[in-house]
């Protein structure tokens, strides 16, 4: 049975740092829905009512974006091994960039990963749990070193250029919010 909690408890934060797969939801009050999986060593719980998460260049830049125009998200886990469980966490979140002062305080908590462009300061509102049943059994191979070997390829100008030229506005035509 799903149960809502205010925060999440020491069982939830283990299996949070036992998922190798997460996926991130955003939205302004028009246009897409934003869903995206999320892997590698990219996310980090700092309490039972915050996560942390490094944002790696990708061929959109939507989370950001949605952000910058409304604060809302919801980051979902779900047990492909194991327990069968659904864990949803909904909050609002705040963007830290890659040159940012906070950016350079908390990249320390995550190892190496070129492409770094952005931390993901998550507030938890509200934890939802329900069950898995209907999620498939799933057996874990690797993480793809696709994104990584591009983004070290590219370089620090490189990726900064990309950004640049690919990570400006959103599918629906969204810039940045600057005010």
Request: glycine share 10%; aromatic share 8%; proline share 4%.
């Amino acid at each position: 049975m799903g149960r809502l909690l205010p925060e999440l408890t020491p069982y939830l934060i283990e299996f949070i740092q036992n998922q190798k797969l997460f996926f991130v939801a955003t939205a302004r009050e028009e246009g897409s829905i934003n869903l995206s999986p999320k892997g590698l060593d990219s996310l980090r719980v700092m309490d039972p009512n915050r996560v942390l998460w490094l944002n790696l260049t990708g061929s959109g830049n939507e989370t950001a974006i949605h952000l910058s125009h409304k604060n809302r998200i919801t980051l979902m886990f779900c047990a492909f091994e194991g327990d069968p469980i659904i864990l949803r966490l909904y909050g609002t979140a705040q963007v830290h960039g890659a040159g940012d002062d906070s950016y350079r305080k908390l990249i320390s908590l995550f190892p190496e990963i070129p492409g770094g462009r952005q931390l993901i300061d998550v507030k938890i509102d509200r934890v939802q749990t329900s069950c898995g049943m209907g999620v498939p059994l799933m057996d874990y191979s690797a993480q793809r070193q696709g994104l990584v070997d591009w983004a070290a390829q590219q370089g620090d100008e490189g990726l900064k250029k990309y950004w640049k030229k690919k990570n400006q506005t959103s599918i629906d035509g969204f810039d940045h919010k600057t005010e």
